[in-house]
């Protein structure tokens, strides 16, 4: 069973800039979820999707974060314009059940 | 606010030794998870463990939970260098939705 994909592996951008990030979850997997995780911190999650639809982003800071599941299948987040405090690594997970998380290996953001 | 705090931030041990690391929370919960994450990857689901159940096992894990302490306790048996990495717990709520929360993580060090 092929995991969760994600890329880019690394990206380094310029505060002020665009940047987006691109998920594929395990087939059939309804749930996903994408998690900010500043260096020597866990996972906080940014938004949880059930197919399409949003369950919970009341941590996404929405006036430069964004993020969509087009067709229940792959996921986008998007950040403009970031900020230096953006630099973390995205990760995404995806979940058919409510018990357990599958992780893909992240997103590692540097702005300078 | 992070749910869960781990204890200790970092641990390093001998190889065959045994590691054990600490999660408090600080609200009721459905259960309780730990996830272990090597050096620039995604987090790997390790154990769940129920808020009815006190202790679970598996391979060289062992897993305890005391609900009337908000606390759960990971044991790694007879470490070995491969263990190396973060761990952290994850805390589910009593809600129906599928959040999880992580804690901080605990760093640890397996010397060969």
């Known amino acids: 069973e092929a995991g969760v994909a994600q890329s880019p592996r690394y990206k380094i951008i310029e505060k002020r800039q665009s940047v987006a990030f691109w998920c594929n979850p395990i087939s059939g997997h309804a749930t996903l979820y994408w998690y900010q995780q500043i260096l020597g911190q866990g996972p906080k999650l940014l938004i949880q999707f059930q197919n399409n639809g949003v369950v919970d982003d009341s941590q996404l800071p929405k006036d430069r974060f964004s993020a969509e599941r087009l067709k229940g299948v792959d996921s986008t987040l998007k950040i403009q314009p970031a900020k230096l405090e953006d630099s973390a690594v995205y990760l995404c997970?995806?979940?058919?059940?409510?018990?357990?998380?599958?992780f893909g290996p992240g997103t590692r953001l540097t702005v300078l | 606010s992070q749910q869960g705090e781990e204890d200790p931030q970092a641990l390093s041990i001998q190889e065959g030794e045994n590691a054990t690391m600490n999660c408090s929370y600080k609200t009721s919960i459905n259960n309780l998870q730990w996830y272990r994450q090597n050096s620039g990857r995604g987090l790997v689901h390790l154990i769940l463990i129920r808020s009815n159940e006190r202790e679970k096992h598996s391979g060289r894990l062992r897993v305890t939970l005391d609900t009337s302490k908000k606390s759960s306790s990971l044991l790694i048996t007879a470490s070995r260098a491969a263990d190396t990495a973060s761990y952290f717990c994850a805390t589910k709520m009593m809600d129906s939705s599928y959040k999880l929360i992580f804690g901080s993580g605990t760093r640890l060090l397996v010397r060969p």
């Open positions: 997970a995806t979940s058919s059940v409510p018990d357990t998380q599958y």
